[in-house]
């Protein structure tokens, strides 16, 4: 059973910074192209972005370049996710998984979640 357990979050002010971390247990980690989601109050879970196993390659949607950076250590089976900039629109509760191929297909592949860690930027 493969278990995501999610950290980091917190209140920041727009502007801020936060640095979100997974550590993923249960599965061969570096089997897998992972990825963070998140979903804001009364709206659907969203795909933020990806990373490859071997890290050579990520994606983001566009509401987050250039702002966010994905990383992974495959090593302690654990894939980070650094904001910055943040602003209230990233008001969220985040979630890592799996991603299923290619790279920007956006559907999680792991069929369950972790508890996700909430993100609170104020205006």
């Known amino acids: 059973q493969v278990q995501l357990v999610e950290s980091g979050g917190g209140l920041v002010q727009a502007g801020g910074s936060l640095t979100l971390s997974c550590t993923v247990s249960g599965r061969t980690f570096s089997n897998y192209v992972m990825g963070w989601f998140r979903q804001a109050p009364g709206k659907e879970r969203e795909f933020v972005a990806s990373i490859m196993w071997n890290s050579d390659s990520t994606y983001y949607v566009d509401s987050v370049k250039g702002r966010f950076s994905i990383a992974r250590d495959n090593a302690k089976n654990t894939v980070d996710l650094q904001m910055n900039s943040l602003k209230p629109e990233d008001t969220a509760v985040y979630y890592c998984?799996?991603?299923?191929?290619?790279?920007?297909?956006?559907?999680?592949?792991?069929?369950?979640w972790g508890q996700g860690t909430q993100v609170t930027v104020s205006s």
């Open positions: 998984n799996a991603v299923r191929w290619p790279l920007n297909s956006g559907k999680p592949l792991f069929g369950s």
